[in-house]
């Protein structure tokens, strides 16, 4: 099956500075790629995704970069803020029994210090 | 607002009992997954849904039940064969099998003492 690794699982760094989180994923087949933000007690909420024929997206300060070659993709947060702390999941989907069920790495705790 | 239920937010319960964690949307999508939450381990997936009166096995099945009698309702059992239940549990839901974003409930946190 799937495997996604995230790095790293901790990450510190002052406000104003750029934050970037990477992923690799196993499965050649994987085809979608979702970031979610999770704040404390909450549930997980969508940030960005990127699809297997697009390299990279931006919105605002976020972007994604995929890199199918290599299996691997980042997510980039520029000018941090304070409410930018919180835990990053990427993830990986592929087709499983007819359904896209994604696999998600094991989260990065981003800690924005102001 | 349209969104995902979960309650109760925190739930105790004695080992040995069966507990269920309710799961409720108002957004008509077709289908709702459930999610075990533990630090450090990412979310694993227990159960899925894609249409009323199916649901499969994810990932980490073993001591779970589940339902899909209503479009809008996916409750999940934790059974006493649940050897380690205490987590968070997070419910999902997406429009249907090839819409690829999730919208995640707030979570129900399990105590088993």
């Known amino acids: 099956g799937e495997n996604v690794e995230q790095h790293p699982s901790t990450l510190s760094v002052q406000e104003g500075d750029s934050a970037v989180i990477k992923c690799t994923y196993s499965?050649?087949?994987?085809?979608?790629f979702p970031w979610y933000k999770q704040e404390l007690g909450k549930g997980p909420q969508l940030i960005i995704d990127?699809?297997?024929?697009?390299g990279e997206k931006k919105d605002q300060r976020i972007a994604v970069t995929l890199n199918k070659t290599a299996k691997h993709f980042s997510l980039h947060i520029t000018e941090t803020q304070p409410e930018d702390s919180a835990v990053y999941f990427c993830a990986a989907s592929r087709v499983t029994g007819g359904s896209y069920i994604p696999t998600f790495g094991r989260g990065t705790s981003l800690i924005v210090h102001p | 607002d349209g969104g995902i239920t979960q309650s109760p937010k925190y739930l105790f319960r004695k080992e040995g009992q069966n507990v269920t964690l309710s799961c409720e949307q108002n957004?008509?999508?077709?289908?709702m997954y459930w999610y075990r939450q533990d630090p450090g381990q990412g979310l694993r997936l227990i159960y899925y849904?894609?249409?009323?009166?199916?649901?499969q096995k994810g990932d980490i099945a073993e001591g779970y039940s589940v339902s899909r009698e209503k479009k809008e309702s996916f409750p999940l059992t934790v059974t006493s064969a649940q050897k380690n239940p205490t987590a968070f549990y997070l419910c999902a839901s997406s429009r249907d099998r090839e819409d690829y974003g999730y919208t995640f409930g707030s979570g129900t946190r399990l105590t088993v003492v």
């Open positions: 849904s894609q249409i009323v009166n199916d649901f």
């Open positions: 957004l008509n999508h077709d289908a």
């Open positions: 990127i699809r297997s024929n697009v």
């Open positions: 499965d050649s087949a994987s085809n979608y």
